[in-house]
């Protein structure tokens, strides 16, 4: 019998090629291993048990959706332009297909929203003047249609970022109240963006002194007037701070909203979180980035904000994030950075999050991005492969120690203790660019007894650095995603693993990774 994880990737591919298949299995062309082009080094160990318990993480049952976008406030309306980014719709169609047919979550927000200005004659969705179509604008105007097109969309969950930075209470607030009315999929919405980079300067602080209390507190006056005004309570997305770091931090802002009387009025604390810095020419690092050590340590910043928000019963996120700021150089649109997003959206579940958002900058100029005008690029296919990876899922536990470069989760998609796994995720995060590639065997035992076979689906690339711009795609399990219009290509290939005495064997090549499904 095809277990029923199988039969929800068939589905999943079916979506995305648009022709119907009885199963994954037959979609078999090519195997996966004649992908990899480099002669294989022998493989060393890694020996992994799996759990006769289920442990539920911090934040409890998991959602579909969860590996979600966020859009950058003004180039939003481009990103959903039919004409000029053709691949969006798509795209976000394979997304809900990969999350069993869960759209992702949105964030409409970024810089720009705190220099945004609601217009409410203003026929266009946004207006501004650039002198160059890679820059973002210093100003600008959005008006209904701007919040017209967020209702459209055809997730659940949309989350809109308005303005706080220019002090205009009464402007915001009318545009919170045509997005209430509007806005049937409306979440949450956040005033301001990183208030950290703030200052004296900036017209909420009035020329006084800007710190961590200055914001909280002018967090949960705004958050009295905005909800209020509008007469919703769970309305506010709060925080929305770029992680933990002197002083400001999510675990600093909810006392104030306790104590300040908006917790009522709070649905959400959303957080930023970019590992490394592309800003000013500072120099970005894909070994590091990828590596599964690194990613370990770096997302248990985490998981005392999480718990922070949990403490007064709020949902926790990671409302922006990618692999570097400002739109994220080199590094960005590899396939490491592929890589990065599977191993990166695990930690930050285990570390609480209920929903990762990852930014998508300005058109043409945002490294980051998971599609362009006319490319699919390599951080989209990790996108696909960890949603895919989690739909319906329950739960994640990790099997590895943490202390080396190769992961192992189990993911779960039962609320029982007792629970097997339904999924086992693999990631090798050895770089690899050229010459002979290393891989890592990996031993599985106490796999129960209803376990008879697993079938493998593998993310892999010509190397760490490949990118589709340069012509050399990622592929999962020998399918790849059209430049043209997003839709599959290619035949999938799936591999096929014995399990023998609860026992099951398997190899990854350095910078791959390779999802197992039990059945």
């Not at 959706?65 to 950058?72: H, Q, T």
């Not at 002018?218 to 958050?223: A, F, R, V």
């Not at 990613?295 to 005392?304: E, G």
């Not at 996120?317 to 990618?322: D, F």
């Amino acid at each position: 019998m095809v277990p029923l994880c199988l039969n929800l990737i068939t589905w999943v591919f079916h979506v995305m090629l648009h022709h119907a298949q009885p199963n994954l299995i037959s979609l078999l062309g090519t195997t996966v291993a004649a992908l990899l082009v480099a002669p294989l080094a022998a493989s060393a160990q890694s020996a992994l048990t799996i759990p006769s318990t289920r442990t539920a993480n911090p934040q409890g049952a998991l959602s579909n959706g969860l590996v979600g976008i966020s859009f950058e406030f003004f180039a939003f309306p481009e990103y959903f332009n039919v004409s000029a980014m053709p691949l969006t719709q798509q795209c976000l169609a394979n997304l809900a297909a990969a999350s069993a047919g869960t759209y992702p979550r949105i964030r409409i927000g970024g810089t720009t929203q705190d220099r945004a200005t609601y217009d409410p004659t203003l026929t266009a969705a946004v207006s501004y003047t650039v002198a160059s179509a890679t820059d973002a604008p210093t100003t600008l105007t959005y008006g209904d249609a701007f919040i017209d097109l967020a209702a459209s969309y055809a997730g659940d969950y949309v989350t809109l970022g308005l303005n706080r930075r220019l002090n205009q209470l009464v402007n915001t607030t009318a545009a919170a109240a045509y997005a209430v009315a509007k806005m049937k999929n409306l979440f949450a919405i956040e005033l301001g963006n990183e208030p950290e980079f703030y200052g004296t300067s900036s017209p909420i602080a009035g020329g006084a002194t800007w710190d961590p209390a200055a914001d909280a507190n002018s967090q949960t006056s705004w958050q009295k007037s905005v909800a209020t005004s509008v007469g919703r309570s769970s309305l506010i997305q709060a925080g929305v701070r770029l992680q933990p770091q002197n002083g400001w931090s999510i675990a600093q802002i909810v006392p104030y909203v306790s104590a300040n009387g908006t917790t009522a009025l709070v649905t959400s604390f959303g957080e930023h979180s970019y590992p490394q810095s592309a800003c000013g020419g500072a120099a970005t690092n894909l070994t590091a980035l990828m590596n599964h050590p690194t990613i370990v340590s770096y997302c248990t910043q985490y998981a005392s904000e999480s718990a922070a928000a949990r403490s007064i019963g709020k949902h926790y996120y990671i409302s922006e994030t990618n692999s570097a700021t400002c739109g994220g150089g080199g590094i960005s649109p590899t396939f490491g950075a592929a890589l990065w997003i599977v191993d990166y959206t695990m930690q930050l579940i285990l570390n609480g999050a209920e929903a990762i958002f990852f930014h998508h900058g300005t058109i043409g100029n945002s490294p980051y991005s998971w599609w362009g005008q006319s490319t699919v690029f390599a951080p989209y296919y990790g996108a696909i492969f960890t949603a895919t990876a989690l739909a319906n899922a329950t739960s994640v536990q990790q099997l590895d120690s943490g202390a080396t470069p190769y992961a192992a989760y189990a993911i779960y998609t039962s609320t029982s203790s007792s629970a097997a796994p339904a999924r086992i995720l693999l990631v090798n995060s050895d770089y690899y660019a050229s010459g002979t590639r290393s891989s890592r065997t990996f031993s599985l035992s106490s796999l129960p007894t209803s376990v008879t076979a697993a079938t493998g689906i593998r993310l892999t690339a010509a190397g760490a650095n490949a990118t589709v711009e340069a012509g050399s795609p990622p592929s999962i399990s020998g399918l790849s995603f059209s430049n043209t219009d997003c839709k599959s290509a290619g035949q999938s290939a799936p591999e096929s693993f014995a399990v023998t005495g609860g026992a099951l064997t398997a190899s990854v090549a350095a910078s791959e990774a390779l999802l197992l499904v039990l059945g």
